[in-house]
């Protein structure tokens, strides 16, 4: 594959992908955007992108097509497109957060077609989206990583390439796996030292100068000590997670005690009406706790 300027068609511009696609087009890559909202791809076009309104032309032309989904059901949904409609040798870059056995079937059907399967989640909010500060985790024919690795980084500095099957997904898998652990843990640390009788500010004064202010916890720390949940990721997106991560884990044998104290609070901040806030909303949850 050509290592300069790229034909992309770019499924799936939400908050994520739009950010990532404007990327792309901003390196000088000529893009195309689909998307099933009508509204979303007016947004892309304001960026600039080309837009299509129906996906399997748009397929049948593309050298290289990069996805970014909600859930499993999307990514099948995408993945019987491609194994009908993908150009053979066309690569196909999935960006999503899915489960590994969704994943290892839509490669596969992706190889039916002659089309290279590169799964590519990426760690980072919509924010980091918008600053191109994602880490990307890829996994799939190294040959096809080394030939798209000038689009990988156009998302953000740091990219590994994993393996050749569903590694990428695992990793994904682990890291919001400490991320929501993180998360949790810090609800308990931060009421315990309130109920002590530490000024909340003060608190996050120690946190942040100790040794478990890791970059999640210095990310989030400003809207915290404002006790702002403004969502840069729900409490229904990481609940979604952690049910991938629990799944996962369930299929390797592992337990994952962590993971079920974080999914209890997660569910306990859902059944409150709090589903559309941030995920970091069961620190005000437990300091409410009795």
């Excluded at 500095?157 to 898998?173: D, V, Y």
Aim: proline residues 4%.
């Amino acid at each position: 594959m050509n290592q300069g300027v790229r034909e992309v068609l770019f499924v799936g511009v939400g908050k994520m992908g739009l950010p990532m696609a404007t990327h792309l087009h901003a390196a000088g890559h000529r893009v195309t955007a689909f998307d099933p909202s009508a509204e979303r791809r007016a947004l892309a076009a304001q960026r600039g992108l080309a837009v299509v309104e129906r996906l399997e032309p748009a397929l049948a032309r593309a050298p290289v097509v990069v996805s970014s989904l909600p859930d499993d059901a999307a990514l099948r949904a995408v993945a019987a497109q491609v194994g009908a409609h993908a150009a053979a040798g066309a690569v196909w870059i999935d960006t999503s957060t899915v489960s590994p056995e969704a994943s290892r079937d839509a490669a596969a059907q992706a190889a039916a077609r002659g089309v290279a399967c590169l799964r590519a989640p990426v760690s980072g909010n919509n924010v980091m989206a918008e600053r191109a500060a994602l880490t990307v985790f890829v996994s799939g024919d190294r040959a096809a990583y080394d030939a798209c690795e000038p689009l990988f980084a156009c998302w953000g500095p740091q990219r590994f390439w994993l393996g050749e099957a569903e590694q990428a997904r695992i990793a994904k898998l682990a890291v919001n796996l400490m991320i929501v652990g993180t998360s949790t843990m810090l609800a308990e640390a931060l009421a315990l030292g309130e109920r002590g009788g530490l000024e909340w500010q003060r608190l996050w004064d120690v946190v942040e100068a100790s040794a478990v202010a890791s970059p999640i916890v210095k990310a989030k720390a400003p809207a915290l000590r404002a006790h702002d949940y403004t969502p840069t990721f729900t409490v229904e997106q990481m609940r979604k997670d952690v049910s991938l991560i629990r799944a996962a884990a369930a299929a390797l044998g592992l337990a994952t005690p962590v993971t079920d104290v974080a999914a209890a609070a997660l569910d306990r901040a859902a059944a409150a009406g709090e589903g559309g806030d941030d995920y970091a909303v069961v620190i005000r949850d437990a300091r409410r706790a009795h």
